[in-house]
C-alpha cells in the first residue's frame, strides 16, 4: 500500500486513498483492491452514505464518480464554470444520498464561489447556488447528524474580509454567525483535516504545524505573549481526533 496518501477515508468495507494522480480503493484490511489513474491533482474524497459510490474532485476543476462495489468509473464532470479554477474544496453527500454538494468558481468569476448541487441519480446539476449576490468565499461544507447543512467562509468586503459560519435553509444562509479570523482559520483547518482522514500529510502542511512558529514569532517580536486563539496551544493528530471538529460546533460556540 503506497504511504503516504494525502486523504485516506473509510465507510469500515472500503477505503479510498488519493496520491493526486492516483484514486486507490482498498479493503477493510487496507489490501489493494483497484486504482484509478482518470484525473491529475485528485486529493479529496467524498464517500456515499449507501457506501458504495466515492466522487472524487481533481484541482483541475473535474469530479469523478466511482462505483466501490463494481470498481469502475460510473462519470467525469467538470464542476465549475471556471476553466483555469483551482480547488481543494472537499464535496459532501447528503446524509439521504440523493444529492452531492460542491463549492466551486462562478461563472466567470473565479475569486468567488458558487454552491452547486447535483443529482446523484445522474450526477446533472439541479441547483447552483450563490451564483449571483454578495462577493463571498466558500472554504469548508459539513452536514450535522440532523442533517443540516453548515458552511464556513467569508465575506469579500473593501478593507477586509467578515469571517461567517451559517447554515443553509433551502437557498439562503440562516443564522449567520460572525467569527474571528483565528477561530475561522482553526476550524477550516481542522475540519479539512478531519475529511481527508486525519491524514499525517494533511496535518504536516496545516496551520496545525505553522502556527505554533507564528506564535513563538510574534511573542519574540513583541516582548509579550499573545491570543491567537483556539491556536493558543500545540495540537497533535490524537488532540485533533479526538476533538472531532465540526462547522456545527463551530455554529453554536460563536453564539
Known amino acids: 500500500m503506497p504511504k503516504p496518501f494525502v486523504s485516506l477515508i473509510s465507510n469500515g468495507r472500503f477505503q479510498l486513498g488519493c496520491t493526486g494522480q492516483t484514486v486507490y480503493v482498498l479493503d477493510s484490511a487496507g489490501n489493494e483492491l483497484a486504482k484509478f489513474r482518470d484525473m491529475s491533482s485528485a486529493y479529496y474524497a467524498a464517500l456515499h452514505p449507501g457506501g458504495e459510490v466515492a466522487a472524487v474532485c481533481s484541482n483541475t476543476g473535474v469530479m469523478a464518480i466511482y462505483s466501490l462495489s463494481e470498481l469502475r468509473l460510473?462519470?467525469?464532470?467538470?464542476?465549475?464554470?471556471?476553466?483555469?479554477?483551482?480547488?481543494?474544496?472537499?464535496?459532501?453527500?447528503?446524509?439521504?444520498?440523493?444529492?452531492?454538494?460542491?463549492?466551486?468558481?462562478?461563472?466567470?468569476?473565479s475569486l468567488?464561489?458558487?454552491?452547486?448541487?447535483?443529482?446523484?441519480?445522474?450526477?446533472?446539476?439541479?441547483?447552483?447556488?450563490?451564483?449571483?449576490?454578495?462577493?463571498?468565499?466558500?472554504?469548508?461544507?459539513?452536514?450535522?447528524?440532523?442533517?443540516?447543512?453548515f458552511l464556513l467562509g467569508y465575506?469579500?468586503?473593501?478593507?477586509?474580509?467578515?469571517?461567517?459560519?451559517?447554515?443553509?435553509?433551502?437557498?439562503?444562509?440562516?443564522?449567520?454567525r460572525l467569527l474571528g479570523n483565528n477561530t475561522y482559520d482553526f476550524?477550516?483547518?481542522?475540519?479539512?483535516?478531519?475529511?481527508?482522514?486525519?491524514?499525517?500529510?494533511?496535518?504536516r502542511w496545516s496551520l496545525f504545524t505553522m502556527?505554533?512558529?507564528i506564535k513563538l514569532d510574534l511573542e519574540r517580536?513583541?516582548?509579550?505573549?499573545?491570543?491567537?486563539?483556539?491556536?493558543?496551544?500545540?495540537?497533535t493528530l490524537d488532540d485533533l481526533?479526538?476533538?472531532?471538529?465540526?462547522?456545527?460546533?463551530?455554529?453554536?460556540?460563536?453564539r
Open 221 to 235: 517580536s513583541l516582548g509579550h505573549p499573545v491570543d491567537l486563539g483556539p491556536f493558543n496551544r500545540e495540537y
Open 187 to 203: 476550524y477550516n483547518s481542522a475540519v479539512h483535516l478531519k475529511q481527508a482522514g486525519f491524514t499525517e500529510s494533511v496535518f
Open 74 to 109: 460510473i462519470t467525469t464532470f467538470r464542476v465549475s464554470a471556471v476553466k483555469d479554477t483551482a480547488t481543494d474544496r472537499i464535496p459532501v453527500f447528503s446524509p439521504d444520498g440523493k444529492y452531492l454538494y460542491h463549492i466551486e468558481g462562478r461563472k466567470g468569476d
Open 211 to 213: 502556527t505554533p512558529k
Open 155 to 176: 465575506f469579500r468586503k473593501e478593507n477586509r474580509n467578515e469571517y461567517f459560519v451559517s447554515r443553509l435553509s433551502g437557498e439562503i444562509l440562516q443564522d449567520v
Open 112 to 149: 468567488n464561489d458558487r454552491l452547486s448541487v447535483y443529482s446523484t441519480v445522474d450526477y446533472k446539476p439541479v441547483s447552483r447556488l450563490f451564483e449571483q449576490g454578495p462577493k463571498t468565499v466558500f472554504s469548508s461544507i459539513e452536514f450535522d447528524q440532523t442533517g443540516c447543512l
Open 241 to 254: 481526533r479526538q476533538m472531532n471538529p465540526s462547522l456545527a460546533r463551530c455554529w453554536e460556540e460563536s
